[in-house]
């Protein structure tokens, strides 16, 4: 009963995630208005100076401390889908460091911490389908169950972090005066759809281990 709760909470996130994307992200904003430029405007409302790359480069501040530089991934850098614009202002909104919404040192660490997460949830799956293949193997099975709990415990915790980030991402949104009214409500969509990313991880990483969705190891 346990197990089917879990994974009925989860496919839910999961199909909420992807409906929502799909019927938001793919819009240009009309004002052209890329990743990088809005990531630099919250930046910018904060007082931050960090400078703002499409690549980590190798000995920099963002690999080290994650003080210097703001990471945005090639794509969301250039681009000027709302999905894009989504994407960079929840790590411009990570980089300000605001407490409620920022436990880690930095976001690089975040990064390798959600990497360990997504290793997890694959590891989770294979060892429950491996245990189911015979009885012998039911203590693996129950092994997997067990980290397959413990990485929804943990997207569950971090949750209202997720929350917090996209409405402090909504709010500059907004404020920025960038996008017209049915581009906010986009975008507002695209915001809860990233919300629940973390419960959506625990479908994502094994589809994509099967190279049906998307690299499962990015997130922010």
């Given amino acids: 009963m346990v197990w089917c709760l879990i994974l009925g909470c989860s496919f839910l996130a999961f199909a909420t995630e992807v409906w929502l994307i799909r019927e938001n992200g793919r819009f240009q904003n009309r004002r052209r208005v890329t990743g990088a430029e809005i990531a630099r405007y919250i930046l910018d409302a904060g007082g931050f100076k960090q400078t703002i790359v499409d690549f980590p480069r190798e000995g920099s501040q963002e690999s080290q401390s994650g003080i210097e530089q703001l990471y945005l991934e090639k794509s969301v850098y250039e681009g000027g889908r709302l999905l894009d614009i989504a994407h960079a202002a929840r790590t411009a909104v990570l980089k300000t460091g605001i407490p409620e919404v920022n436990f880690f040192p930095s976001i690089s660490l975040k990064r390798r911490l959600w990497k360990v997460h997504c290793f997890l949830i694959l590891l989770s799956w294979l060892m429950v389908i491996l245990g189911s293949l015979s009885s012998y193997l039911s203590g693996i099975r129950l092994a997997g169950f067990l980290i397959f709990l413990v990485t929804f415990i943990v997207a569950m915790i971090d949750l209202p972090a997720e929350w ?25 969509n695209l915001m809860n759809a990233l919300r629940l990313d973390g419960l959506a991880q625990l479908f994502k990483v094994p589809l994509s281990f099967l190279k049906i969705g998307q690299h499962p190891c990015i997130k922010i």
């Fill in 164 to 188: 917090n980030i996209s409405h402090q991402a909504m709010v500059h949104l907004r404020n920025s005066r960038h996008f017209e009214i049915d581009e906010i409500i986009r975008l507002k």
